[in-house]
């Protein structure tokens, strides 16, 4: 059977413009969900179909290093003063589910979620739905290095809702991160980190400090989250980006827990279709935070996929080759229409 390239050849199609032409194609079209507001545990119909899933690992898979930092603490603005947070040494080893009841961290909390409509099953406020996952929670606050406090919990009491408030006391920076099934449309599972002081149009791992990337690989490990899964930011500008895997699961910190280079590799790839689709959903709903809409994969997609994968079936290094394609695609979409901009500083 002819290649692809020889195909083009022989139609005297210049190769080049038509990888271009579907490279930069759009990526789908959205339907919107009927049911709305309704029960996360129900959906009328069969959602329709999608782009084949990146294969999906389980919880003890290997866990990756933590990207080499691009951190800049200039992107976290009105930095909490230390006297602030001192009050949050009491509650080193208390239940999380009774720090949240506190007041002085009840403020604090407020100070860090931003304030946009997220669902969780429905449409609640991002609080609002911390809240119900902290709740209860006999999960310890940890802190390490005297400096970094986790308060977590994973008491959702459906579809496996799970999270955390991530506090550096010395730099005075805060994050959070949320983990569900969403059964919405959206890319499932998900976890999505968050903070007001961020007002970035788009971010990866490394872009956040090097302690909460270790502190969220633990905290997954922990409470059984994939290590390769859709991962989205939402900050001050109130929009829900992607949270690029920018991470390398074939740089373990220590080598001899290294998995087989061909399971890093594919777990790489699937990190990079993950973020593809996550990428490819965003666009389609405008970035909302309680976006309910599912995603449907059009012909032009789908045609590059069967590109990517033909070009790099005949290449030295099949997985390395789609992993950058991939990537490359991503970015695409993400600069397509990109989300717009606060300047620092701005409210």
Same mark, same amino acid.
């Given at each position: 059977m002819p290649s692809f390239r020889a195909c083009l050849r022989k139609l005297k199609i210049s190769y080049f413009p038509v990888f271009t032409a579907l490279f930069l194609m759009p990526t789908g079209i959205l339907l919107s969900n009927a049911a709305g507001h309704g029960s996360a545990n129900t959906q009328e119909g069969a959602p329709p179909p999608q782009s084949p899933e990146p294969r999906r690992q389980e919880p003890q898979a290997q866990q990756p290093q933590?990207?080499?930092?691009?951190?800049?603490?200039?992107?976290?603005?009105?930095?909490?003063?230390?006297?602030?947070?001192?009050?949050?040494?009491?509650?080193?080893?208390m239940p999380s589910g009774d720090v949240v009841r506190d007041k002085q961290f009840r403020k604090l909390m407020k100070s860090v979620i931003p304030?946009?409509?997220?669902?969780?099953?429905?449409?609640?406020?991002?609080?609002?739905?911390?809240?119900? =996952?902290?709740?209860? &929670?006999?999960?310890?606050? !940890?802190?390490?290095?005297?400096?970094?406090?986790?308060? %977590?919990?994973? #008491?959702?009491?459906?579809?496996?809702?799970?999270?955390?408030?991530?506090?550096?006391?010395?730099?005075?920076?805060?994050?959070?991160?949320?983990?569900?099934?969403?059964?919405?449309?959206?890319?499932?599972?998900?976890?999505?980190?968050?903070?007001?002081? =961020?007002?970035?149009? &788009?971010?990866?791992?490394? !872009?956040?400090?090097?302690?909460?990337?270790?502190?969220? %690989?633990?905290? #997954?490990?922990?409470?059984?989250?994939?290590?390769?899964?859709?991962?989205?930011?939402?900050?001050?500008?109130?929009?829900?980006?992607?949270?690029?895997?920018d991470e390398d699961y074939c740089a373990p910190l220590d080598e001899a827990t290294a998995p087989p280079e061909n399971d890093c590799e594919q777990m790489n790839a699937d990190a990079a279709d993950v973020d593809m689709n996550a990428a490819s959903y965003l666009d389609q709903t405008h970035y909302a935070t309680n976006a309910t809409a599912w995603m449907i994969t059009a012909p032009d997609q789908i045609a590059w996929i069967q590109l990517r994968d033909n070009?790099?079936?005949?290449?030295?290094?099949?997985?390395g080759c789609h992993i950058r394609m991939t990537r490359e695609r991503t970015h695409v979409i993400i600069r397509r229409n990109p989300v717009p901009h606060l300047p620092h500083g701005s409210s």
């Open positions: 933590a990207p080499v930092s691009k951190y800049d603490k200039a992107i976290f603005l009105n930095a909490i003063p230390n006297d602030q947070l001192a009050f949050l040494n009491q509650f080193v080893g304030d946009p409509m997220f669902h969780y099953g429905w449409d609640m406020p991002l609080a609002n739905a911390l809240d119900i =996952v902290l709740k209860g &929670s006999p999960q310890p606050v !940890q802190m390490r290095d005297g400096r970094y406090v986790m308060v %977590s919990g994973r #008491s959702g009491p459906y579809l496996a809702g799970r999270g955390f408030i991530w506090i550096d006391m010395h730099d005075g920076v805060a994050l959070g991160g949320f983990y569900f099934h969403p059964t919405n449309g959206e890319p499932t599972p998900s976890v999505t980190v968050f903070s007001r002081q =961020v007002k970035e149009e &788009s971010i990866g791992l490394s !872009q956040l400090p090097p302690t909460f990337a270790e502190d969220l %690989s633990r905290w #997954s490990r922990e409470l059984n989250v994939p290590p390769v899964t859709t991962r989205y930011f939402i900050g001050g500008i109130s929009k829900k980006i992607l949270l690029e895997h070009t790099c079936r005949v290449g030295p290094n099949p997985l």
